[in-house]
């Protein structure tokens, strides 16, 4: 399935895409993917294609067969002897049509689950500047809504395949019965041609752009749902709802003018048939009358062009679902192409400690993609202006400040999610410093572990959610990491223990007890280096002690950065940080701010007022 490639792109190259976009591939390279994954399933597609052939061919040879009975009739001959073969060829038609399908629908299961696999793959190992650059709505749009439409394909590519080889042979059977009949029947084709001249110019652009701003549309809806909170807390819910309203009314818009297209292709079709059904039978007339053919001939001719309605119906009027397949083919096989990480130099992965680990940042600057461009260059505000800092091996340092003073932004470059566009990070030991933008993103993770304000608890046994972190983890390792995060004694309690089944449509958790659960994996994972950002935040004060509690035996021993959504959370902390405005504007102990009386000592007198006591007890 592939969309017609413009004569000015290369096979490999991209096609055009909204700036900042994943990229979208060629028809033609999508095409050699697809092929490539039909050709790693070698007995399948042998299967489906002889199956195939044979349905087929049955399908062209019994129009022959009732030819040539009529011939027989006229000549006064036995019916018996082609009585049964046309019930041979019947049946053994109707058993291989069967097979055919299934066959086809099995080979594209197959080449439909290899593709989603690799796209799911590619799309968790993506860069994350591309990932950043491109939005959480590109991804999940090509990862979901695109993977199901390429899926739910597949019977109609089983439904081509088969009515594409009919038609070949049917060429071969016109050949057989007089080359005149088969050039009557080539009629049909000019017609189908400036059909197909007129709408397959318009399909691939127009599909394209129905998939993209599908992709836009889930941009909007996913800002609208993680950012939900902050729409009611500003009253901008009309202003969202608007968006949303309008991005909808673009995809509508999108697909409704390819639908109106697709609606004036088809109405050619009929045309077509009834030119061709007509060049054939005048053609048979006159050849008949002139003793060049047999009538049985002529009725042959008629009846496998009649047969032939219903395939080459599939063939044309499928080129609006084949078109809304190409165009989501093309942008899953965009994130397949997507160039690896490469592997870090072992040089330097030797020099990278796993233990004793420090971090050093020094001249750190970020600023975000700007939203109405979505471009490469990061455009946007500078988040970070120039951070320096370090964080000795073994201590902690707690970042607070107010919302949008780039904690997050920090904990996040920090930890490996994304890289800055400006300043170093480096991680220290014993064989000197080593640059995190020099470590691919596996020994990022050995090395940092990352536990952000929400965590996500997987469908399975907890068993299964935990040992994600470390798959060969003993469940005697399973359970100290339990206890060091003060879990075990609720999870004992749990019907089935380690085996209970937890996640969406299972047993519901709590978010201190699903943060907890993140908190076990990242001791069984046992990095030297934790970046918690607001970890403990959404405990609320029922949970809050046990969850900080929990933190502070995961920060123990290791080197940590710790953005602290309480204050209590920050003091127990080796040294602190306040940030504002990008910058870190002081830093020092808890005692040492006090004593300064700046900033973090006016938090801290904010936050020990008597209107906050119930919450300081929470904490204690």
Not at 151 to 175: D, H, I, M, P
Not at 328 to 351: E, I, K, M, S, T
Not at 457 to 470: C, S
Not at 583 to 594: C, Q, S
């Amino acid at each position: 399935m592939s969309t017609p490639t413009p004569a000015s792109s290369p096979d490999s190259s991209p096609v055009s895409s909204p700036a900042g976009a994943l990229p979208v591939a060629t028809g033609r390279r999508s095409a050699a993917v697809l092929w490539r994954t039909a050709a790693a399933h070698p007995g399948e597609l042998a299967r489906a294609v002889t199956t195939t052939v044979l349905s087929s061919a049955g399908t062209v040879l019994l129009p022959l067969l009732l030819g040539r009975a009529v011939d027989v009739v006229r000549a006064r001959e036995s019916l018996a002897p082609l009585l049964v073969q046309l019930s041979v060829v019947a049946v053994l038609t109707a058993v291989t049509t069967a097979l055919a399908r299934r066959d086809a629908e099995r080979l594209g299961a197959s080449v439909a689950a290899d593709l989603r696999e690799r796209v799911v793959d590619r799309s968790l190992r993506m860069n994350p500047r591309v990932l950043e650059r491109a939005g959480a709505g590109d991804v999940a749009s090509r990862v979901t809504e695109d993977v199901e439409l390429f899926t739910a394909s597949v019977q109609l590519a089983a439904n081509v395949l088969t009515s594409a080889v009919t038609v070949v042979l049917s060429a071969v059977g016109f050949l057989a019965l007089d080359w005149r009949l088969a050039l009557a029947f080539c009629v049909v084709f000019p017609v189908y041609a400036a059909s197909l001249r007129w709408y397959l110019p318009k399909a691939g652009p127009l599909y394209a752009t129905e998939r993209s701003v599908a992709a836009q549309r889930s941009q909007v809806f996913l800002q609208s749902l993680h950012g939900a909170s902050t729409v009611h807390a500003y009253g901008m819910s009309d202003l969202q709802g608007d968006r949303v309203e309008t991005a909808s009314a673009r995809t509508v818009g999108a697909s409704r003018r390819a639908l109106g297209t697709f609606a004036r292709f088809s109405m050619s079709m009929n045309g077509a048939e009834a030119v061709g059904l007509s060049a054939l039978l005048l053609t048979g007339f006159w050849l008949a009358r002139a003793d060049l053919v047999t009538v049985g001939a002529v009725t042959a001719a008629a009846l496998l062009f009649h047969r032939l309605f219903g395939p080459l119906g599939v063939l044309l009027l499928s080129f609006d679902e084949v078109s809304r397949a190409a165009a989501a083919l093309n942008r899953l096989v965009g994130v397949v192409d997507l160039p690896a990480d490469p592997a870090a130099d072992p040089a330097v992965l030797a020099r990278a400690a796993r233990r004793d680990v420090g971090i050093v940042v020094r001249g750190l600057t970020h600023s975000y993609p700007h939203a109405t461009t979505g471009g490469e260059a990061p455009d946007g505000p500078l988040v970070l202006r120039g951070i320096d800092v370090e964080v000795p091996a073994g201590t902690s340092l707690a970042v607070v400040g107010e919302s949008g003073a780039g904690k997050t932004t920090l904990a996040a470059i920090v930890g490996g999610v994304f890289p800055a566009t400006g300043g170093t990070v480096e991680l220290t030991g014993e064989h000197g410093p080593v640059a995190l933008a020099d470590l691919d993103a596996e020994a990022v993770r050995d090395r940092i572990g990352v536990i952000a304000q929400e965590s996500h608890v997987f469908t399975g046994t907890l068993r299964e959610d935990l040992t994600l972190a470390r798959p060969d983890a003993t469940d005697e390792q399973v359970h100290h990491a339990l206890d060091v995060v003060g879990a075990e004694d609720w999870v004992a309690a749990l019907p089935e223990g380690l085996g209970t089944r937890v996640g969406p449509g299972e047993l519901p958790l709590s978010q201190a007890r699903a943060q907890q659960l993140a908190l076990a994996r990242l001791v069984l994972r046992d990095p030297p280096v934790v970046v918690l950002d607001e970890a403990t935040a959404e405990a609320g004060s029922a949970g809050a002690r046990d969850l900080e509690q929990a933190a502070v035996a995961v920060v123990r021993g290791r080197t940590a950065l710790v953005v602290a959504h309480r204050l209590s959370q920050a003091a127990a902390c080796d040294r602190i940080a306040v940030m504002a405005d990008g910058l870190i504007a002081e830093i020092g102990t808890h005692a040492e701010l006090l004593a300064l009386g700046g900033r973090y000592a006016r938090l801290w007198e904010t936050w020990s007022r008597p209107a906050h006591a119930p919450q300081r007890v929470a904490d204690a």
